[in-house]
């Protein structure tokens, strides 16, 4: 892998001293928009009034919006949606909102029913009777449920969409809340059942109990009945780790219970415990990941190259790693399941009954593999289905050999395959098309990157494309956390965007997941700028190809991906006219200190170590827009609800644009966390605000 040389830009108003051996950190001025951190202060949402009130007016009055948004609700509440499916013992699970449920139904049915054309569901839970009922603000955010009947849960449940939820169970049979059944306040927990009267959790216990990120430090073993408060500790990893979690394979024939501690996002320790006395470490390198248990197997791929038993293991493989002698005295029996290429990366893993299957991509293409264990070796075949569409797992049960996968691509409206020992794989769903596409084509082109690094991305244009320079062209990325970005049916892009004549373009740069670890690893921490400079090269190949020209080009990312289009926009502004920067990362000094922001420095770096303060502060947005320059009027989309990405990052920003004069948009819902809307009447109005603006800077306003 090529070793890249981190240039940074000293600012007018940044001090920094030489470095040697006795060199001071390198010291920023006082921040003088800190106060809007305080996300609820009077004083800040006064500021996040008067900003919201100037962008809705502005972009409301646009004679597009009601249409837009007309549009994107439409397809977002249609009748005909596919209901995505979660396996629970033959049984499939189902979260649904639409225009008479705001806030959703939990429902089930058995798997016959889910595969006819129109399913009759059982509600289980309807959020928004309960919301009113109790006069909360509830956002759905999941269920655990005890297997193998799947009849006791304990639901997450979030006040206005937050990563913090309250924890309460629920009975399916009665549907209702179990009376003094198990209960954790509001928190980031996380929970795990290892019987019917006993749960292991992971929440906020006071002073001490949580990690800088904010994530459960403690593990305590809640028995039914028993005060939370004085449950025993049963694990503890350190305050500088991200969080600590646990799980029970129920589908093993030993009552294991796994103990884990990631001390970042990308290095982890785990332990087996039986609760009863039995407790060992398992000794595997710490930057695996832990993908499984299948068959006396742990299932695991390798971040990094792996050397045991006198044999090389390949990073970015996937290896089953025998149970039994690693746990009795520690010996490795390893064998190979999967070993990438210079194309191809692993995707995902799920298990069944008696197969494996692996996800792989191919230059960012998806296809599965199935592995069956005979003779103790995996043989693998390939899952018999359309090779020329992306295919994930949806969901598998461990209990049987029943699947659901689900296909799509940019032009390719979703369709859903089961899977059965009986009957084989055929098709149960098929969505409508959203938008026209029949003349619309998908190409994968290749942009030279700085280094020259080859840089695939996906393009979505009309097959008879002037090559003028004039086509309003929207750039997506992401970049970051080993996330992929691979083919996905877009609906509200294709009929609000691309029916317009609009062009869409999706980068597939380093810093994802695309071509496994090594794409990934190339763009961390120091090596941030190859993320920023991969993106930006494949805007400057949009306009070499003459696709667009930088009066008609714009961009758009969330989270990392804020970061990503926040720090192109300021590091080259002449290049984009447009700038949707939604939820994002934008103070690279301050992130670590707010909310989870600990949790990413095995991403980003420690700002508080002097070398990484440099090489953060050479790319920082926040620290780096300069007055008297020219910059894209960049729209900020951020929650106030975010209990993730604090919404201080867009403010700040916004304010400091402000500051100089700088010409910007910006909109904080009071709900949503992380997704910034709630419900799909919120996610509407972004969505018709984002193409208002889209069209404004890209069709109107170019020259």
Known sequence: ??????????????????????????????????????????????????????????????????????????????KDRIPFASLRNRQVFNFWKDEKNIRGLWRRTSIEDYNKKNPKWTVILDLDQLAKKEKENWIWKGAECLPPEYNRCLLSLSRGGKDAVVVREFDIKTQSFVKNGFYLKEAKSNVAWFDKDTVIVGTNFGEGTLTDSGYPRTLRVYKRGNDLSKAPVLFEGDKKHMMVWAFRNFDSSKKYLYLGVSKTFYTSELTVTDLKGFRKKIELPESIEFKSEFKGHFIISLRKPWKINSKDYAQGSLLAVEMAPLLKDGSYKVQEIYVPSEKSALKGVSSTKDFLLVEEMVDVKSRIFKFELKSNQFVKSLLDIDKNVNARILTSSAKHNDFYVYMTGFLDPIKVLFSSEKNGIKTVKSQAERFSSKNLIVKQEFAKSFDGTKVPYFLIHPKNIKLDSKNPTLLYGYGGFEVSLSPFYWSTAGKIWLERGGVLAVANIRGGGEYGPRWHQAALKQNRHVAFNDFISVGEDLIRKKITSTN?????????????????????????????????????????????????????????????????????????????????EIFFITSTKDDRVHPGHARKMAAKMDEFGFGHYYYENTEGGHSASANNKQRAKMTALEYVYLDQMLRENSK
Not at 579 to 589: E, F, G
Request: glycine content about 6%; overall charge positive.
């Open 1 to 78: 892998m090529p070793k890249f040389l981190i240039s940074f830009v000293v600012l007018s108003f940044v001090l920094v001293s030489c470095q040697s051996k006795d060199s001071k950190p390198v010291q920023v001025p006082e921040d003088k928009y800190i106060w809007l951190e305080e996300v609820e202060s009077p004083k800040s949402l006064d500021w996040v009034k008067q900003k919201n009130d100037k962008t809705l007016t502005q972009l409301q009055a646009k004679t597009n919006y009601n249409t837009y948004y007309n549009e994107a609700l439409k397809i977002l509440e249609a």
């Open 552 to 632: 008609h080009l714009g961009i758009k990312g969330g989270s990392n991906g804020g970061l990503l289009v926040g720090a192109s926009a300021v590091k080259k502004p002449s290049l984009f006219k447009a700038v949707i920067c939604q939820v994002p990362l934008l103070d690279m000094i301050r992130y670590s200190k707010l909310l989870a922001g600990a949790s990413w420095m095995g991403e980003y770096g420690d700002p508080d170590k002097p070398e990484m303060r440099k090489s953060l502060l050479s790319y920082s947005p926040y620290h780096n827009l300069e007055a008297g320059k020219k910059y894209p």
